[in-house]
């Protein structure tokens, strides 16, 4: 029969595991402050999921996050972080003027039919206002399906949803398709930014970036 599948047993292990995560609440969340350049000021907040287990302590997030994607957890999961930021978001607003939370979006959620709908109850619920939620989504979840991508991207839009594309310069998007989209925000991948200070190609890299994000009118985040 041969030796046993190591990868594929750790995964079912761990796909086990986030059940019970899940059902027990052993996930939390921490925000990433946003800083206005102009203002220095806290501008809005990234939500990051962590997942600290009672049998196997801190779990990383590209240890779980890619079991959660192939399989039917990375819905419940994007929910409970939704609904957990939106709340956490309802008191943030109060502290900060023009505050914004962000949540990440992967591919399989990003095609999913019925998130639109789910998002708009979020919203409905903890009185989201336009532009006060912003959804993150990578190139490269984008383009496993574009033309889908681009018309759910759309529905977000509708319904007052800002839309941000992650990790921005590592993905396959072509200038043409970035055009379509209705996005608010590039976040320029920490790989072009840990070392601009340095590096004559990452500083030409991210200020290209910067140029034409502005020239489409989009803002830009650095990661």
């Known amino acids: ?56 302590g801190f779990v990383p997030p590209d240890v779980f996050i890619p079991v ?18 939106a709340r956490h978001f309802a ?29 708009t109850r979020i919203i409905k619920i903890w009185g989201i206002e336009t532009g006060q939620l912003i959804l993150e989504v990578t190139e490269s979840a984008m383009m496993v399906d574009p033309k889908n991508s681009l018309e759910t991207l759309k529905r977000f839009h509708d319904i007052g949803v800002g839309l941000s594309i992650d990790d921005f310069g590592t993905g396959y998007s072509s200038l043409a398709y970035v055009k379509k989209l209705p996005v608010q925000e590039l976040k320029i991948d920490k790989s072009f930014v840990t070392n601009m200070d340095k590096d004559k190609g990452d500083a ?16 830009v985040t650095a990661e």
């Open 1 to 56: 029969t041969g030796a046993p599948d190591t990868k594929t047993a750790s995964s079912f292990i761990i796909e086990n595991d986030l059940h019970h995560a899940l059902a027990t609440d052993e996930f939390i969340l921490y925000f990433q402050p946003k800083i206005d350049l102009d203002t220095r000021l806290v501008c809005g907040a990234e939500s990051l999921s962590r997942w600290v287990s009672a049998s196997r």
């Open 204 to 219: 030409m890299i991210v200020r290209t970036i910067i140029d034409m994000a502005h020239n489409f009118g989009i803002s």
């Open 68 to 85: 959660a994607e192939k399989t039917n957890l990375m819905l419940p999961f994007t929910l409970w972080t939704l609904n957990l930021a």
């Open 91 to 119: 008191e943030l607003k109060r502290l900060y003027t023009d505050f914004s939370i962000s949540v990440n979006l992967s591919a399989s959620i990003l095609h999913d039919a019925d998130v639109v709908d789910l998002v």
